[in-house]
């Protein structure tokens, strides 16, 4: 069975004024999704701002997460540019109950393909049979995989999904076209996640639903089933959602959002800082209208 598919979360982390963690919030932000109808959640994530997250904080989310979770599988973002870093982070994830990793390419240093092979191979070994997803994510990371390294990743068992935020629909596609059965192709952007269904995906990790998690859920759900005419109908009145949750880097216009709900507040540790007026007067907009 293929797993992590459907409707994933990148869950944002809140904090207080003073830059600690908002625990209360984060527990929020979980149930508010949860309640939305959410599938798997990803905590420590891109959208959770992990690269500012401290070591000593990283517990304390992952074991929050589950608490909350229920039944709901939890996936932890456990990547590094530094591999023992990465493998370290993972171990920790599967000792505290994660059902699974998101583990981003390495970052910076720019492996080769062989690179990559040893990269994840290192990590999967340290949390022998946690289920691992692969993230590609060449706009933060500066490394594409294409869908020819891939194809060497797919032969590490434990390398079961892979999470496509390249923004590219035909290497989607390719990737689609050469998924071994048993592997798992995951939308990473809510703008592409109808097409990447089209193409052959079978869910979305998304921003979109920290904000809006059961009209994204109605979106994935409309896809994955084939019903064309409403998917693209629910596609569209998302469609200036998801253009304004990316007016500005991610999340910040993310934390806007939910502070705007009263779900949380929007501060961000530095180097990212709040929304600018127009961002959230735009955002404010969006969200008294809704989603028809």
């Given at each position: 069975?293929?797993?992590?598919?459907?409707?994933?979360?990148a869950?944002?982390?809140p904090?207080?004024?003073?830059?600690?963690?908002?625990?209360?919030?984060?527990?929020?932000?979980?149930?508010?999704?949860?309640?939305?109808?959410?599938?798997?959640?990803?905590?420590l994530?891109?959208?959770?701002?992990?690269?500012?997250?401290?070591?000593?904080?990283?517990?304390a989310?992952?074991?929050a997460?589950?608490?909350?979770?229920?039944?709901?599988p939890?996936?932890?973002?456990?990547?590094?540019?530094?591999?023992?870093?990465?493998?370290?982070?993972?171990?920790?994830?599967?000792?505290?109950?994660?059902?699974?990793?998101l583990?981003?390419?390495?970052?910076?240093?720019?492996?080769?393909?062989?690179g990559?092979v040893?990269?994840?191979?290192?990590?999967?070994?340290?949390?022998?049979?946690?289920?691992?997803?692969?993230?590609?994510?060449?706009?933060r990371?500066g490394?594409?995989?294409l869908?020819?390294?891939?194809?060497?990743?797919w032969?590490?068992?434990?390398?079961?999904?892979?999470?496509?935020?390249?923004?590219?629909?035909?290497?989607?596609?390719?990737?689609?076209?050469?998924?071994?059965?048993g592997k798992?192709?995951?939308?990473?952007?809510d703008?592409?996640?109808?097409a990447?269904i089209?193409?052959?995906?079978?869910?979305?990790?998304?921003?979109?639903?920290?904000?809006?998690?059961?009209?994204?859920?109605?979106?994935v759900?409309?896809?994955?089933?084939?019903?064309?005419e409403?998917?693209?109908?629910?596609?569209?009145?998302?469609?200036p959602?998801?253009?304004?949750?990316?007016?500005?880097?991610n999340?910040?216009?993310?934390?806007?959002?939910?502070?705007?709900?009263?779900?949380?507040?929007?501060t961000l540790?530095?180097?990212l800082?709040?929304?600018?007026?127009?961002t959230?007067?735009?955002?404010?907009?969006?969200?008294?209208?809704g989603?028809?």
């Amino acid at each position: 069975m293929n797993l992590f598919t459907g409707l994933s979360v990148a869950l944002a982390t809140p904090f207080t004024p003073e830059f600690a963690v908002d625990m209360p919030a984060f527990r929020r932000v979980v149930r508010h999704t949860l309640d939305g109808g959410v599938e798997n959640l990803v905590v420590l994530g891109s959208t959770g701002e992990a690269a500012t997250i401290l070591e000593a904080e990283r517990d304390a989310l992952i074991t929050a997460c589950l608490e909350e979770a229920g039944k709901v599988p939890v996936i932890v973002g456990t990547g590094s540019n530094a591999t023992h870093q990465a493998a370290a982070w993972t171990r920790r994830a599967q000792e505290l109950g994660a059902q699974g990793a998101l583990v981003v390419t390495p970052y910076y240093n720019k492996p080769t393909p062989g690179g990559l092979v040893a990269h994840y191979q290192a990590v999967t070994q340290a949390a022998p049979g946690l289920p691992v997803i692969i993230y590609n994510v060449p706009g933060r990371t500066g490394l594409n995989v294409l869908p020819a390294t891939l194809a060497m990743l797919w032969a590490n068992p434990q390398l079961v999904a892979v999470k496509e935020s390249s923004g590219n629909l035909a290497q989607i596609a390719e990737v689609a076209r050469t998924l071994p059965a048993g592997k798992t192709l995951l939308s990473g952007d809510d703008n592409l996640a109808l097409a990447s269904i089209a193409v052959g995906a079978s869910g979305l990790v998304s921003v979109l639903a920290n904000v809006l998690p059961a009209e994204t859920r109605r979106l994935v759900d409309l896809a994955l089933a084939g019903k064309r005419e409403q998917a693209i109908a629910q596609h569209q009145a998302l469609l200036p959602f998801m253009d304004a949750l990316f007016l500005e880097s991610n999340p910040i216009p993310t934390k806007a959002a939910l502070a705007l709900k009263g779900i949380c507040g929007d501060t961000l540790r530095l180097p990212l800082v709040a929304a600018s007026a127009a961002t959230r007067a735009r955002l404010g907009e969006l969200l008294a209208v809704g989603v028809a």
